[in-house]
């Protein structure tokens, strides 16, 4: 596990080492420990805007120490993986635009307004918490639902964004969005008994419903 501070020091000492100025920007457990959600994380998950810049990345990150393992381990057979590299507890993963089921789209790009620099070479962006709700729901990790919970029981959601974003997944070619943060929420609130709105649930599922009509014509 890695705590902000060992990740601030980790991203100074990541930044010295890189070839070119880069904007990353954080995901997941990242994303969640910076917005102080947790205390710690095991894994580093971050974004690149290109396969050159993740490429950049894992050449500075390597010099640490850090080595490539299969992602298959962790996500299992699914498409748009990340490309992981571990040293000792803690583990970056990388992922460049495509999370797994999810886009990180434009919209998600903007909403990530708190910023930090390493040095001259690393801008580090955090996800809004939103937007890490809809893309915790790719993956079936007990952790993921957890890390939803403290979310939702940290701050007060607003559900009309995360619905307005899983419908603009689909128009990005994500046709799975809505079916797939449905079944994330109707699960979650059935095991953990966590406050989601009966209605954000109906409204999903009336998409679903409609998505489905309008293949079949």
């Known amino acids: 596990m890695?705590?902000?501070e060992e990740q601030q020091k980790l991203f100074l000492n990541v930044s010295r080492k890189l070839k070119k100025k880069m904007t990353v920007y954080a995901i997941g457990g990242t994303a969640i420990t910076f917005l102080g959600?947790?205390?710690?994380?095991?894994?580093?998950?971050?974004?690149?805007?290109?396969?050159?810049?993740?490429?950049?990345?894992?050449?500075a990150i390597?010099?640490?120490?850090?080595?490539?393992?299969?992602?298959?381990?962790i996500y299992g057979v699914k498409r748009d993986t990340p490309e992981m590299l571990t040293l000792g507890e803690s583990r970056f993963d990388l992922f460049v635009i495509n999370v797994i089921d999810f886009i990180f789209s434009e919209k998600m790009r903007e909403r990530a307004t708190q910023t930090y620099q390493y040095d001259?070479?690393?801008?580090?962006?955090?996800?809004?918490?939103?937007d890490i709700i809809l893309m915790k729901c790719a993956t079936e990790r007990v952790k993921d639902k957890d890390d939803v919970r403290k979310i939702i029981d940290s701050m007060k959601i607003n559900w009309a964004l995360i619905i307005e974003e899983a419908k603009n997944q689909t128009t990005l070619g994500k046709p799975k969005a809505i079916f797939e943060l449905g079944c994330?929420?109707?699960?979650?609130?059935?095991?953990?008994?966590v406050n989601i709105p009966k209605s954000v649930l109906v409204e999903l599922f009336e998409l679903l419903e409609k998505q489905t009509e309008e293949r079949k014509q």
Request: proline share 3%.
């Open 2 to 4: 890695i705590t902000v």
């Open 37 to 59: 959600i947790k205390d710690t994380t095991l894994d580093i998950d971050l974004v690149f805007e290109t396969n050159e810049d993740r490429e950049v990345f894992k050449d």
């Open 62 to 73: 390597k010099l640490i120490g850090y080595q490539p393992i299969d992602p298959i381990i």
């Open 120 to 130: 001259e070479n690393l801008i580090l962006k955090i996800a809004d918490l939103h």
């Open 184 to 193: 994330f929420l109707e699960d979650l609130k059935n095991s953990t008994n």
